[in-house]
């Protein structure tokens, strides 16, 4: 048993035929059409914008440009995926998060570094004080034993 798949539909292109003898020498599909004149009126601008004047050539570079880059975009839109998914992805290219390859950090430099002998310990200044002996009343406990130094005890 032949199990017909609807292939046939999806490759019909839709594009203008027009009346016999009246056809484009060219076959772009309806999409092209927008997506060129959304081509077209980029370039142009960007001409201006950067001071190229509206002269016979600037419109033939822009309407070559305009060419290919919507032969390069209808290339690659089809029924399955439409241009809208296409600018999407476009878009999402350009804003996703990037792996980081710039170095952070300076040039490493050897001035800082000290050259010379091992640094030994610091002797100890302070004396070693008598053990006191240990007492279970807190009578006879000093008031700040047990603390260490530098912190303050807040009571309430």
């Known amino acids: 048993m032949l199990v017909?798949?609807?292939?046939?539909?999806?490759r019909?292109?839709?594009i203008w035929l027009g009346p016999p003898r009246a056809t484009f020498?060219?076959?772009?599909?309806?999409?092209?059409?927008?997506?060129g004149l959304l081509v077209m009126i980029a370039v142009m601008f960007v001409?201006?914008?950067?001071?190229?004047?509206?002269?016979?050539?600037s419109v033939a570079?822009?309407?070559?440009?305009?060419?290919?880059?919507?032969?390069f975009v209808g290339k690659r839109i089809d029924y399955e995926?439409?241009?809208?998914?296409?600018?999407?992805?476009?878009?999402?290219?350009?804003?996703?998060?990037?792996?980081?390859?710039?170095?952070?950090?300076?040039?490493?430099?050897s001035r800082h570094v000290r050259v010379g002998p091992v640094v030994r310990p610091r002797a100890s200044s302070?004396?070693?004080?008598?053990?006191?002996?240990?007492s279970n009343s807190k009578a006879e406990r000093p008031a700040d034993a047990g603390r260490?130094?530098?912190?303050?005890?807040?009571t309430t």
């Open 81 to 109: 995926r439409p241009l809208g998914q296409v600018l999407e992805l476009f878009r999402h290219e350009l804003t996703g998060p990037r792996k980081r390859t710039a170095a952070t950090g300076g040039e490493v430099r």
């Open 12 to 14: 019909v292109d839709s």
């Open 25 to 35: 020498p060219w076959r772009v599909r309806y999409v092209g059409y927008g997506i």
């Open 61 to 71: 570079w822009a309407l070559v440009i305009t060419i290919v880059v919507t032969r």
């Open 148 to 154: 260490r130094k530098g912190r303050s005890r807040v």
């Open 126 to 134: 302070r004396k070693r004080a008598p053990k006191r002996r240990a």
């Open 4 to 10: 017909r798949t609807d292939d046939e539909i999806y």
């Open 47 to 57: 001409q201006r914008r950067i001071g190229i004047g509206l002269d016979f050539f």
